[in-house]
């Protein structure tokens, strides 16, 4: 079975540590990606996994064999690459055919396992076709093809569709859900798009500076984001995240409104000590005419998106929050509004930056 | 709004100026640098008295084909012979150079490992060395051996490689996507099977370019000819046509005939590849 355990792995680049000890298990048949910002390590994470890049410390295991330092093509994964990676000089027949010519086996056998591939892709007219008479979707299939077509027990995707325009991604992505779902197999998704990840994956890791900052179901890493970076870097537009200070049953806000929560005990289990942060995702924000509502400001920015609006507004306290508005809310650059906020779902932050609860 | 197609395109006038003076200039620049060998041409069907007639006649009237017809028929010029010679020379030395130097390219081009930049750079450093300096201790070696009054010293060392073409190669490996290689590795392919399966097809443009210069340069090459070949059957004809210049010193018609013959193979070569050699140039910086 193609389960993934990965057990204090390090990697350094001369003296820079760029993976800084991590610990995570992937059950098999799962599909789990992972996402950060640019530079924290999730391509390189990958690559060790599929024996592209030396582990200096640590134990990567697959379907409970030690592969760490075993070699690529024994490692039973195979993976898909951003630029595609196809073999400019070879046809897609050939492509496809490459790994099992390596491997040794008989032509038919090769001959059978390339069509089934093609026909399950549906790529069977581009066999003949060298990359470069492909358009970049197939180019995608036919690198996705030479995946399949080496039947690993672990898929690798290293920001896949990151060279696709918009339309094409969605149907790919959808094709990877599919994919997922037919062969049952292990996958590993690197993407820094938020929507891939979270449409794509049966849990998220997300990674910062080398180290694992969550792990979890999408829905979980979105509601209840582990630490102050995590909410920062989840979701789109980002969460607003707030200043505070927590008494008995509210809190002030630096801003100076106070908020009432009373879930905050100062005398119970989940009692605030010193500054804490309050997270609210933009749609918990609601514009007010001027002067009412908790806070007031001024749209300094409006990004109308069709089914909606995000606007980047001022506050009297110089802080700036994102408010996503329905698209039947006009509002334009330096109007004046007020805003309310609606703290179901609301995160707050201890002074550690660590999640203590959701409202 | 409709533009009218039959209305003269504006030019800045400085702009005419200024292409009329490039190209007059390079035009004269070419002339100088073709003076001679047109001189080498026309003398070749001239004979001696209309070589050094005075006023010179730009054009051979009549047209003497007597030295051309000598040429291939004479003992103490075997011409067809060492064209063999060269010929076996140059294209042995072009693949002993690219087979050589592309791997020395793919291993600093394309693979990671400790000292790799040191090691290049060592290797580099040998492009400082005049060939010279180590010319005594080298012939020593292969006289050693017994092999000199062979081409085996001549051909061999570019076996091992040759910094100048190493250092052209990694230029074009480094735009190799590193995915590629990747790819390979996890489809099971070894190192050297990467290197000819699926670099080298990339890279062949290169490849036919440094072929052209190791070519050109060997074609041309006469010191060491001269130091290891002792029979005038086994001349290149760079090395036959020097002997015989300076045995025969009066046949300037002769002489001519044999250098036309000698420059043409080179002449063609490059009209025929004249953009790979552009590229070659372009890529490693030289002029």
Redesign the interface.
Known sequence: MGAVTLEGVRKLFGTLEVIKGIDLTIADRELVVFVGPSGCGKSTLL?MI???EDVDYGTITIAGRDVTEA????RG???V???Y?????MTAYDNLA??LR??GLPRADIDQRVRDTARMLQITDLLARRPKAMSGGQRQRVAIG?AIV?QPQVFLFDEPLSNLDASLRVEMRSQIARLHRELAATMIFVTHDQVEAMTLADRIVVLNGGRVEQVGRPREVYHAPANLFVAGFIGSPAMNLLPARAEAGALVLALGPRLDWPRIDQNGPARPQGPVTLGLRPDRLALAAPGQGAFGGEVVLAEHLGDGSVLHIRTDAATTLTVKVTGDVVARVGDKVGLTADLRGACLFGPDGNLMFTA | MTVDIAAKRRTAPRRIWQTTLYHGGMLLICCIFLLPFYWMAISAFKNNAEIFANPVAWFPDPIRWESVGALFSRDDFPVLQQFVNSCFYAGTVALAVCFSCSLAAYSFGCLRWRGRNLVFGLTVCALLLPGIVTFLPVYLGWSAVGLTGTYVPLIAPFFLGDAFFIFMLRQFFLGV?R??M????????SEF?IWWQ?VL??VRTALVIVGLFAIVYTWNEFFGPLIYLQDREDFPLSLGLFTFQSTRAREWSLSMSGALFTALPMVILFLLTQRLFQRGLTTTGLK
Do not use: K, S, W
């Open positions: 690559r599929a024996g592209l070699a690529p093509a024994t994964v195979a993976m690459f951003q630029n990676a196809l073999y400019p000089h490459y790994g390596r491997a030479r080496r | 996507p995915e590629l990747d790819a390979a590795r996890l489809d099971g392919a099977r699926i097809p990339q």
